[in-house]
């Protein structure tokens, strides 16, 4: 079956540390996104990339960093630097990237807590 | 003034009414527009998808878009139990990203 995976389902970060959400993706698109969301404040773009070995900054990308090495693969590490990870965190990926219709389609998510 | 408003509920209906959702937004360039439906814990899958304005219908769903008044509405005709979920729009123009709205909260009673 197509679509994208997220793991774990379930994070728990201890102060300091950083840790790193998997996104996989099997539609062969080429963009791919990470967002955040939060109760009452919908989805807030973190980084997206539009191409292997590139990608850009969202909204709130402070304390967040990204790679693309691999068109079916886009992790997201919270480093130590974001002083309030825990929210609902969510991949989505398109067949492109800003043109046009850019319909995302999205994975099960990862709920980040802090102990 | 947000880019795209959408009232947060919770709606709460009983079961086989028509539920209306709404969004307005701010930006006169948007012409794709997308409702996506989120179950609790869930990631928000797509429901519907309109290009510029008028209406679109699949199923139980129907989708209008009013580009003169900033408007798009999501209706769901029968409504079931299963349809309790959070429904997010979500809007762009030709070449800009992705702008979602925070979504309304809706339960349906049996």
């Known amino acids: 079956d197509g679509g994208i995976t997220q793991s774990p389902k379930y994070l728990f970060r201890k102060e300091g540390q950083n840790v790193t959400l998997s996104c996989e993706q099997n539609l062969n698109h080429d963009a791919m996104y990470w967002y955040r969301q939060d109760p009452g404040q919908g989805l807030r773009l973190i980084y997206y990339s539009q191409i292997v070995n590139d990608f850009q900054k969202g909204d709130i990308a402070e304390g967040y960093s990204v790679s693309r090495e691999k068109k079916e693969s886009f992790p997201l590490t919270v480093t130590s630097a974001q002083k309030n990870p825990t929210a609902f965190y969510l991949c989505?990926?398109?067949?492109?990237?800003?043109?046009?219709?850019?319909?995302?389609?999205f994975g099960a998510g990862t709920r980040l807590s802090v102990l | 003034q947000k880019e795209v408003e959408q009232d947060p509920g919770p709606l709460s209906v009983p079961e086989g009414a028509i539920v209306s959702l709404n969004c307005t937004y701010s930006n006169s360039a948007f012409q794709y527009f997308m409702w996506y439906r989120q179950y609790s814990r869930k990631g928000p899958e797509l429901l519907m998808y309109?290009?510029?304005?008028g209406n679109k219908e699949d199923g139980r769903f129907t989708a209008q878009v009013d580009k003169s008044s900033k408007y798009i509405s999501l209706f769901i005709r029968d409504s079931q139990p299963s349809d309790s979920a959070t429904y997010l729009c979500a809007m762009k123009t030709s070449y800009d990203k992705v702008i979602f709205g925070p979504g309304t909260s809706l339960s349906v009673i049996p």
């Open positions: 989505a990926s398109s067949i492109s990237g800003d043109g046009g219709q850019n319909i995302q389609y």
């Open positions: 309109t290009y510029s304005s």
